[in-house]
């Protein structure tokens, strides 16, 4: 059983930056695509950004595009969504998925239980 545990969300101003972390417990992190959802009140889950296994591969919303940067470090088990230019849209609560396999296209079936970013205006 995987475990996917988020951290690093918080309260910013508009403009500010964020660093979420995601911890994964298991030995095949390394063989699975991971991503970034979020999911906004009264809204649907959407996607946010996801990477391959070896991280040569990455995917991003239109809505975060050049703004948010994932990246992912196989010998820690971890994955990363570094956030800048934060909009107060932005906020959501955000999670972290595993992968169904080792490319973004394959889905993702796994999910933690998610970190709270709000951003203020």
């Known amino acids: 059983q995987v475990q996917l545990v988020e951290s690093g969300g918080g309260l910013v101003q508009a403009g500010s930056s964020l660093r979420l972390s995601c911890a994964a417990s298991?030995?095949?992190?390394?063989?699975?695509?991971m991503g970034w959802f979020r999911q906004a009140p009264g809204k649907e889950r959407e996607f946010v950004a996801a990477?391959?296994?070896?991280?040569?591969?990455?995917s991003y919303a239109d809505s975060v595009k050049g703004r948010f940067t994932i990246s992912r470090d196989n010998a820690k088990n971890t994955v990363t969504l570094q956030m800048n230019s934060l909009k107060p849209e932005d906020t959501a609560v955000y999670y972290c998925?595993?992968?169904?396999?080792?490319?973004?296209?394959?889905?993702?079936?796994?999910w933690g239980q998610g970190t709270q970013v709000t951003v203020s205006s």
């Open positions: 298991g030995r095949t992190f390394s063989s699975n695509a």
């Open positions: 998925a595993r992968g169904r396999g080792p490319i973004i296209l394959g889905g993702f079936g796994s």
């Open positions: 990477i391959s296994w070896s991280g040569g591969s990455t």
